[in-house]
Nanobody
């Protein structure tokens, strides 16, 4: 089992920045690919960013490319999402998730989410 706890959400004006963190506990964090997803009211959950278990490769949704940066600190069992130039359409509940290193598409563990609200 892996337990994930997100933090860092809040209310910010358009153009501002937030840094989300996701602390993991349980099994060895460095064996898991980590992803960030978000769900806006009335919409389906969507992919935002992911980082390989080794930290060497990252991928982003087109909507956040160039504005968001995912990173991880395996010594601290934590994955981060730095969000810059925030837009009102970034408003959503943000979730982190973990996928075992041999099954990178299967996110088996999810956090409870943290609310991000961007005002115009």
């Amino acid at each position: 089992q892996v337990q994930l706890v997100e933090s860092g959400g809040g209310l910010v004006q358009a153009g501002g920045s937030l840094r989300l963190a996701c602390a993991a506990s349980g099994r060895t964090f460095s064996n898991y690919h980590m992803g960030w997803f978000r769900q806006a009211p009335g919409k389906e959950r969507e992919f935002v960013a992911r980082i390989r278990y080794s930290g060497g490769t990252t991928n982003y949704a087109d909507s956040v490319k160039g504005r968001f940066t995912i990173s991880r600190d395996n010594a601290k069992n934590t994955v981060y999402l730095q969000m810059n130039s925030l837009k009102p359409e970034d408003t959503a509940v943000y979730y982190c998730a973990a996928a075992w290193r041999t099954t990178p598409s299967n996110y088996d563990y999810w956090g409870q989410g943290t609310q991000v609200t961007v005002s115009s």
